[in-house]
């Protein structure tokens, strides 16, 4: 049979697995049905895809040795991911004269298998798959490609639905004389989902076969099924104890689970049954697949320990206390004091804004990196603590973001013009209260004021003088405030470039690291 996928053979087929045979021209499936390659390992390829990611964006933060062994079960899982762990690979294993061969050609409906004489003369193993994709798992196990055969075809239709993903190996005869024989079952039996041991009435109790094998696969009854062939060749009135002496030889082999089923492949006799516990084989997940889910988990247990269950509180992340203490190391409330005193009108000059004290600086860096690194490991702390900056990279972004403040004490002009106009007015009021008093005098005056609006004018002077006052308090309330709102958002802008956004960069990295190991363990 050739190895080209657009290559057609004509294969005998034996309809329902009994009586005459006919030629057919077997052409492999147009598209995949996802046999061999599918679901399961399409999702256990994205599983080791995140396992990959999590090892990436931990980099150097991850344990050497975890890194290494972890990388080395990717390499190992991807590799048997490539050939697709949707298969199920079923063995026919058995000695000589055991009808293996016709066993396998009557469940796969084909006349395939070599059978006869010529059995016993070679060590290659004989493949069946129902579905495609199956030639680099073949290639794996190391069947040669004239040697394999895909089982669907057009003319199957569904028949066959209930075995698409099965890879059927006859093997060679274990009790050949020839060791290469035997070296070839030993290397495949452990790759295999189930394994099918064929026996015939009279080599049932071959000591090779139960002191080689079966009793060197106690544990195994669950993948495991014995098929007596050839039973017509035996008498009804005796088949039923032949039956149960050989469940006393597999219970003697430890093994007492495995289950037995009577079949003859001449005549078709229980392959029925036979074909439908494969189906039901077909239907669990294969060892491969087990195999593959069960490293993977493993690896993301050993990531998911380089990185802490969560990550600090948003409360942690707030920048308040920093800003405070920040702002108290550069003496913003005195300054915004000073400020109001000036533009109140009081005496001296309002204080150059920009020392920051180092150790206020170190007393809030110290205080933000206590919280924000509260619960990660200390690879992730230690790497949190040297991208942020340090207590003398961040003073001189505070103080560098200081000097844009301005600190202006200009006076209020509202409370200045007021202030003239209450000059003004009590000017006027004095005059008109002097020509009064002149005139009480004696003087001799030309024109008198009432007194009612030298009263007026001397009030609204007093009140001018007082709004004035209370302006000049307000504006002076106003500026002092202003410079400390715009000292804290200069500071406050400083600590989120400095402390806040390089803790975010390693926070978001951890949460993606974690994310990732919590995919790849599947709770993602």
Known sequence: MSDDPTSTTTIPVVPGGDGPTHDVRVEPPATSQGAVRGATTAALDERVDALDGALAVGGARFDPAVVARVGATIERVRERLALGVDHTVVALAGGTGSGKSSLFNAVSRLQFADVGVRRPTTSRVTACVWGADGGPLLDWIGVEPEHRIERESLLDGDSEASLRGLVLLDLPDHDSIAPE???????????????????DPQKYADD??????LRRMTGRDASMLLVLNQVDTVPPDVRGDLVADVRRLLVEDGLPDVLVHEVSAVTGEGVGGLRDALAGTVARRSVAAVHADAEIADAARLVQ?????REPAPSALAVGVVVDRLSSAAGLTAVGAAVAAA??????TPPRLGEVHADGVGLARASWLSSVTQGLPRPWAE??????ATTA?????????????????????AATVLLLLAVVAGVAGLAGAGVLLADRLGASVSWLPPVALVAAVLALGVLLLVVSTL???RAARTRGARVVADGRAAIESAARGRLLVPTQDVLAEHRHA???????????
């Open 471 to 473: 302006v000049r308090r």
């Open 343 to 348: 533009v109140r009108g009081g005496a001296g």
């Open 305 to 309: 320990a380089q990185v802490a269950s």
């Open 383 to 388: 790497d949190l603590r040297s991208r942020v």
């Open 181 to 199: 024989h035997r070296e070839v079952v030993d290397r495949v039996l452990p790759q295999v989902d189930l394994l099918v041991w064929v026996v």
């Open 208 to 213: 090779a076969l139960h002191s080689g094998y």
């Open 393 to 413: 990279e961040l003073r001189l972004a505070v103080t560098d973001a200081l000097a844009h403040v301005p600190v202006a004490a200009r006076r209020s002009r």
């Open 514 to 524: 974690r994310e990732l190991a919590a995919r790849a363990l599947g709770e993602g």
